[in-house]
């Protein structure tokens, strides 16, 4: 893995020195302009960065980026970055998501920013309420 965009979103490099951008599957980030941003992308980059990854895509998101799951050292970095609290469960309509229990057991837990941030605004409400955040 070479690059971490943000708490969600990594680019891998690779055999064919080609670059990819991909999206994690089941989890959702706080945005960068938002609190606890920064914090959920140091987390990605201590588990990711300069790592092997295996990815396991499962198809593509509207921004044309890859979406799945990144395996590093036989650990699914998305579900581990639930389990530290520095991302949510995805949330369908009709389902709190494939990764909720690890959720409640990090805000159990008092880890990542549940501690920090008791009334944390998840991030699909933060882009619905305040739109995406600038670009750098």
């Known amino acids: 893995m070479v690059a971490v965009t943000d708490g969600d979103t990594l680019t891998l490099r690779l055999p064919d020195a080609q670059r990819v951008t991909v999206r ?3 989890i959702d980030a706080p945005e960068m302009c ?7 992308k ?12 295996i990815l396991t895509p499962s198809g ?41 229990k690890q959720e409640r ?7 990542g920013l549940h501690p920090q941030l008791p009334r944390a605004v998840p991030p699909w409400e933060w882009r619905r309420d305040k739109g995406p955040c ?3």
């Not at 140091?42 to 990854?53: C, D, I, R, T, Y």
């Not at 036989?74 to 309509?93: I, Q």
């Not at 057991?105 to 880890?111: E, F, Q």
């Open 60 to 100: 593509r998101d509207g921004f044309g980026r890859v979406v799945g799951r990144i395996t590093v050292e036989e650990l699914d970095v998305g579900r581990r970055l639930v389990e530290e609290g520095h991302a949510w469960s995805t949330r369908t309509r009709y389902d709190r998501g494939p990764l909720v």
């Open 42 to 53: 140091a987390a990605l980059s201590e588990l990711a960065l300069n790592k092997l990854a």
């Open 134 to 136: 600038p670009k750098p």
């Open 24 to 26: 994690l599957r089941d």
């Open 105 to 111: 057991m990090a805000k159990a837990l008092g880890r």
């Open 34 to 40: 938002q609190p606890w941003g920064p914090e959920a």
